[in-house]
């Protein structure tokens, strides 16, 4: 069968390697998914989105991977640094049906020393 | 350009007051969801308010309640605090009723129930 990346609920790293974050996420209907960060004391802030018609898509540093037959999403971050830390959250909504809620995923605490 | 602002950013309750969040959305933005986040979890969906209407609703009880003003802002309201209640309260705007746009966090109200 096909090897699918276990959710981790912490992941450190050093400075400049690269880090994986695995999701699972629950809704096979679900169509729009985003990856978010939130450190200590502060709300989500988006890092990058992908839709249910991609399998990829790459930002600055950042690559998320979206496997919709085990129903998985994977962050890539590049060269991890330091202001990296932080708990990141996957979380999947339908894009076009109104008061869909976001449902996050279990977050993983990323800690990144230097 | 101003993001999502929440106050007050802590607040104490004691158990059985009410407590009233504030939000106010990205400019432009004309849909706010309200989500609890408890220390160590996710956030959970509470409700979705667009052009003024409610569109969803989470399993929350009745003694949470929101509404929409014409500016887009918004409030949440608690009746009859519980210590269990004691959480981050996050606010999201969106431009769309649905999620396909992605929402935009605040840094969240601190709420404690002692």
């Known amino acids: 069968g096909e090897s699918v990346g276990l959710h981790l609920p912490t992941l450190s790293v050093q400075e400049g390697d690269n880090s994986i974050i695995n999701c699972a996420y629950s809704?096979?209907?679900?169509?729009?998914f985003i990856w978010y960060k939130q450190e200590s004391g502060k709300g989500p802030q988006f890092i990058i989105d992908i839709r249910s018609n991609m399998d990829k898509r790459q930002g600055q540093r950042v690559t998320v991977l979206l496997n919709k037959t085990v129903k998985h999403l994977s962050l890539q971050i590049a060269a991890t640094q330091p202001g990296d830390s932080a708990v990141y959250f996957c979380a999947e909504t339908l894009a076009n049906q109104a008061g869909t809620a976001l449902i996050f995923g279990k977050g993983t605490t990323l800690s990144v020393s230097s | 350009d101003a993001g999502v602002t929440q106050s007050p950013t802590h607040l104490i309750k004691t158990r059985g007051q009410q407590v009233t969040l504030r939000c106010s959305p990205i400019?432009?933005?004309?849909?706010v969801s309200w989500y609890q986040q408890v220390l160590g979890q996710g956030p959970q969906f509470i409700f979705q308010y667009y052009e003024k209407e409610e569109r969803g609703r989470g399993n929350f009880p009745d003694r949470f309640s929101a509404r929409q003003f014409p500016n887009y802002s918004s409030e949440l309201n608690v009746n009859a605090l519980l210590l269990g209640d004691s959480a981050l309260y996050l606010c999201?705007?969106?431009?769309?009723?649905?999620?396909?746009?992605?929402?935009?966090f605040g840094s969240g109200t601190r709420l404690t129930v002692v």
């Open positions: 400019s432009g933005h004309k849909s």
């Open positions: 999201a705007s969106s431009p769309s009723a649905g999620g396909g746009y992605g929402y935009t």
């Open positions: 809704n096979s209907a679900s169509d729009y």
